[in-house]
């Protein structure tokens, strides 16, 4: 397994494109990519994992599978063998075989039925792609040497002007590491997805201490913060694909996954992306124990995903009620008897919680996290904060700092 997970480092650095190792089961092992993909786009991908695994069983070992989707976007899979035995994939993607114009973008809108306000969107997701062109047929070919020979662990020559070689002391990557410290760090990133699976917050914050031992922030070269950044998007993902492993509904995942990508993109300092991930964490495993786990009734559910997504709009019993298409006396019912909290009382408890979030970041005033939470009187908002945690907001600030 961690030569799997190393192999998939090393094209990932190598090409620069996202991958993705998946069981014979179609579950994810690993998945290197960043987190801005439309959801609809992560959709077709499953569907299309499906007949690109079928066609792999079916071929020989040593054969790579090509496929281009509705959206123009283009993978490779190479199959997984032990013992003689189809174990999984490895899938590379996604990239354009072809330049990005407003021609082809139009065409992509129209073929999947999408509005067209979608024109920048997709305009900006497929430049952010790999353009491989012809040469996705070698590099699928050195993908099936890569992913079914033997590691072999290379060592730097580098040639002084006199002519004279001499070999560097160094690893060429992260990846190249042998010895128990890497074993260790894979170990706990499986233990921390596995609790946050099953919605077990506290022993994956545990789990979370110890996979983040690793130092990879060399792999972005004078710029530290970025390659943070990077770590953070790959979490992000991880923690997105076993929370929705757990249960929880796609669309509300996307949207926990693109508040948080946004989040980690405006961060300006380390102890602020150290939040995020403490707040990933949590959030994905409530969203598990809230939707997965404790199985509520659908209109609580409904109401459940609504607030958590628009609890800083001006939002009331009324407005949720009118949005999920329920009878208002009927969802207050239901929601004070299967939350213990009526629904005006669960939103101000998601307004504090992210306003204590906002606060431990330390780059706004406790008046304009007062507004961004969804206060629309800076008194009122301290009043409540004070009601749900015993102090003001500016002594939790200041709790904070000491």
Known sequence: MEELISKCWQINKAFQIGVQAIDDKLKTIIHIADDNEPLMVIEARKR?????????????????????????????????????????????????????????????????????????????????LPLLANSYLAIGELLVNIVIHPHVKAQIIASKNSGEQYRLDVEPEDYDQSGIEIKQRYEAEKKLLHYIEIGDKENAMKA????????????????????????????????????GNGGVEPQYLHAISEKFALKIE??????ELNTIDVNMID??????????????????????????????????????????????????????????????DYIQRKRIDEAKFLINLGRLSTTEIGLQVGFNSYNYFCKVFKELTGMTASEYKRSKQD
């Open 266 to 271: 405006s961060a300006v300092a380390m102890s």
């Open 283 to 344: 959030e994905y495993c409530k969203a598990v124990k809230n939707f997965a786990i404790k199985g509520y009734s659908p209109v609580v559910k409904k109401a459940l995903m609504y607030i958590n997504l628009h609890f800083n709009e001006s939002i009331n019993l009324q407005s949720v009620a009118d949005e999920i298409g329920f009878n208002r006396t009927y969802l207050a019912k239901k929601f004070k008897s299967e939350i213990n909290l009526s629904v005006i």
């Open 48 to 128: 299309m994992l499906v007949e690109m695994q079928k066609e792999l069983r079916q071929a020989n070992k040593d054969s790579f599978c090509y496929q281009t989707d509705s959206f123009q976007l283009s993978y490779l899979a190479v199959p997984i063998y032990k013992d003689e035995q189809y174990k999984g994939m490895v899938v590379v993607g996604p990239f354009l075989n072809e330049q990005v114009t407003d021609h082809m973008i139009w065409n992509v809108i129209k073929d999947n039925n999408l509005e067209n306000n979608w024109l920048k969107r997709l305009e900006t997701y497929f430049k952010s």
């Open 208 to 243: 979370m201490l110890d996979h983040h031992t690793g130092d990879f922030l060399y792999r972005v070269p004078g710029n530290p913060l970025r390659a943070r950044k990077n770590i953070t998007f790959s979490g992000n993902t991880m923690y997105r694909i076993a929370a």
